[in-house]
């Protein structure tokens, strides 16, 4: 399952909190979950933008001179590694189909394009997670290109999303959710800890007959149930989708937020 930026729980971890990094025992750095936190949201709206954008309009462009959404989909792809392969060790392998020219690139079947634009983002994702500090100019310049970049080619797709008489991810209303009552006896399994990171947990509770999470060093939230294994916050968009094995017991959960989906196991 892909790691996504700050999906830390932008409810439970505030951005000047660092995570406990998991190797010399030093906090990991604050400023580069600010980062990541940019990179999880714009990265989202993006592919959420593309998703929404039907395969017959990725010849799209308001004039001539301008890019046409499949020309934008796979420029962001090689921008994405190109741009996360300074920052660190990991390397994009590479085929033949990487090679061709941008405009026979371009031309692909959208499901191709978003996939591709998806496992670049995952690419800088993994990148960026085994970035414990911002140590040198040099990766910061490269951190605000990276991010820059993804700013403002959404700002580019969401004018074209207007232009086509569609609504931007960024613009659209939360989905209306609504709360139902849940006996105690439902609620208890699911009371445990959950493992998002080796430096990440999410504690669960309950008290007075309501579920509540709170990520490490974060805030306790309440969790509102909307089925018997659906959650939702009330403070921002996320929810959490409890999971069980065949035999019925709970197993771990799902963050949904900023359009990606992210799964822990549970620990106890």
């Known amino acids: 399952m892909r790691r996504f930026a700050l999906i830390m729980l932008a409810f439970a971890l505030p951005p000047s909190l660092a995570a406990q990094s998991s190797g010399a025992g030093e906090r990991r750095d604050g400023v ?20 929404s954008i039907p395969a017959a309009r990725y010849d799209y462009r308001p004039t001539p001179p301008q890019q046409t959404v499949g020309y934008i989909a796979q420029h962001l792809e090689a921008a994405n590694y190109g741009l996360c392969e300074r920052l660190g060790d990991l390397k994009h392998p590479t085929t033949a189909k990487d090679s ?4 026979v690139k371009a031309r692909w079947p959208k499901d191709t394009l978003v996939a591709r634009l998806d496992a670049s983002l995952r690419f800088c994702d993994a990148v960026m997670a085994r970035m414990e500090k911002l140590e040198s100019q040099g ?33 659209l209303p939360p989905k209306a959710r609504t709360a139902i ?13 959950y493992q998002l990171d080796p430096d990440l947990q999410l504690f669960v509770s309950m008290r007075e007959g309501s579920l509540f999470v709170q990520s490490t060093g974060g805030a306790v939230v309440a969790l509102f149930p909307e089925s018997d294994r659906d959650f939702f916050l009330k403070a921002i968009d996320a929810q959490l989708t409890f999971t069980r094995n065949a035999s019925g017991a709970v197993t771990g959960l799902v963050v949904h937020q900023f ?8 620990v106890r």
Do not use: C, W
């Open 32 to 51: 580069m979950t600010a980062f990541e936190s940019f990179a999880g949201i714009f990265g989202s709206r993006l592919k959420a933008a593309f998703d």
């Open 100 to 103: 061709l020219a941008d405009t």
């Open 139 to 171: 990766k910061a310049r490269t951190l605000l290109a990276f991010e820059t970049d993804l700013a403002e080619h959404y700002s580019q797709i969401a004018v074209y999303m207007r232009l086509l008489g569609m609504v931007p991810p960024s613009a």
């Open 181 to 193: 009552a849940l006996p105690a006896s439902a609620l208890s399994p699911y009371v445990g800890v």
């Open 259 to 266: 359009g990606r989906d992210r799964s822990a196991n549970r």
